[in-house]
């Protein structure tokens, strides 16, 4: 038997109840810039209401919301109160919120204003004063990626971003972390010039993911999936981002911008990285980052990017029973654009391992429905000892990882049908997080914000990570941007048939979640 692996001078093995606690966060302040935005309001303070709720925030706990609009702090409390009741994964509670709520502050001011920046730094000494957060504060950056290096500035002008002695000052970078290989470089210049690498938290909620932190746990913890996840027995991976809603009232930040570098720079790299990677030598963050850069690093795309890769837009149309516009036609669209809303890639994993199996990523708006999934898709079985009629159309086998919305594993594989012929069909073996787990898993900004506040990196990629996607994906986009427009695509579709045409030139069809 393995010998149990000690950590820290401890025997995991010997409490297994203390082990599975989450940690609480210390004493600590989290100033959101950007508080009014839509990812604060949705994601960011109903994490941080869960978190308190959950009971892993302490009582020294500060939040100040930061933004342009003329607020006081109580008029910051009512809109957070209705955003938290409307959005957070947990029950509300009065009395949570009552305790949470105490530390709330709210500075108005534009990000170019010097005085907005002084009111803020008197803000958080009067927290660590009144509430006892001990000088601890992250500075979390949700806000158009344009505001980011002004906002640093302001905060190394009024030294908010150097800790006293015995205490800690971090940044939290939202995606997307640049435009472009050149763009991201020059940002981490910026932020490396105010705060060390140690305190640079950069998300990518991905990460923050059960089911997405549950692919390493399916391949390591496991002995029967990996002595098939390899170029012998898997025939291609196809990972899939679908979403059914359109941008809404996102266009002055979607537009430019388009699927590839909003969700394949970052979340479906990333898993490509976790699905393709070499077990870590341990899950400590430089480890898992190492084996996660190997792959980024050995991804190559194709010579004929026209051929192997798709790109569309969605038009107006109807979806769900709902009429809907077009893209050109959303609120603040800028005439013409030519922006994709549907990219679909083919990208190669040149190791031993991954020689000669494609990854496929897909991404797009207004597709058939809301799904994430990662499918493994084998090679079809060298050899049947019996004759299956012309009729029978046996499929490949798969293991599906079902990030969302339905989350779980599928696992796929031919099955005889009852009765007196050898007839054989697919069949599925399903694994679901809400039949096996009695616990309900945590929203990926809750999981983020308290290992951010615990000061813990594994699921915050780095800057290495960050700079090898844009180089597999720039060249990509610079081929798109010298050849033509995104084709149309009808809303509740599965996006332009020039990928469907993509796949076909390679004898393979997409998977229809
Ligand atoms: N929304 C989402 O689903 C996701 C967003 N992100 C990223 O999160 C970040 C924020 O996105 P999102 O919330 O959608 O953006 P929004 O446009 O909804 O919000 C922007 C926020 O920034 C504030 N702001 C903008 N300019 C200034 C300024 N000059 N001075 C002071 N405040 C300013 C606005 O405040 P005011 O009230 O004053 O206008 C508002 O609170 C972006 O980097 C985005 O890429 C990442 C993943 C998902
Ligand atoms: O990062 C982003 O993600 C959201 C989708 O997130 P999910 O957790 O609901 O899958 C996407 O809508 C947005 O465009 C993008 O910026």
Known sequence: MAPAKVTNGQNPLRDPSDRRLPKIAGPSGLVIFGVTGDLAQKKLLPAVYDLANRGLLPPAFGL?????????????????????????????????????????????GEFSDDSAFERLAQTVQRLDDERGTGGNHAFYLSVPPGQFPLVLEQLAKVGLSTPAADTWRRVVVEKPFGHDLTSARELNDVVEE?????????????????TVQNLLALRFANQMFEPIWNANYVDHVQITMAEDIGIGSRAGYYDGIGAARDVIQNHLLQL????????????????????????????TIPRDIGRHTARGQYEAGWQGGEEVVGYLQEQGMSAGSITETYAAIRLDVDTRRWAGVPFYLRAGKRLGRRVTEIAIVFKRAPHLPFDLNETQELGQNAIVIRVQPDEGVTIRFGSKVPGTAMEVRDVTMD???????????????????????????PLFPRQREVELSWQILDPIIDHWTKHGKPEPYRPGTWGPPSADAMLARDGRTWRRP
């Open 431 to 457: 694994f679901g997080y809400g039949h096996a787990f009695t616990e309900s898993s945590p929203e990926a900004y809750e999981r983020l914000i308290l290992d951010m506040l615990l000061g813990d990196p």
């Open 64 to 108: 100040t919301g930061f933004a342009r609009r003329d607020w006081q702090d109580q008029d910051f409390r009512k809109i957070a109160h209705d955003a938290i009741e409307k959005h957070s994964r947990t029950p509300f509670d009065e009395g949570v919120w009552e305790q949470l709520s105490k530390g709330f502050r709210f500075v108005s």
């Open 272 to 299: 490509l990285a976790l699905t393709a990677m070499e077990e870590p030598v341990s899950f400590e963050a430089d480890e898992l980052r190492a084996e996660k850069e190997k792959v980024l690093s050995a991804v």
């Open 194 to 210: 105010v705060f060390p690498p140690e305190s640079v938290f950069r998300i990518d909620h991905y990460l923050g993911k059960e």
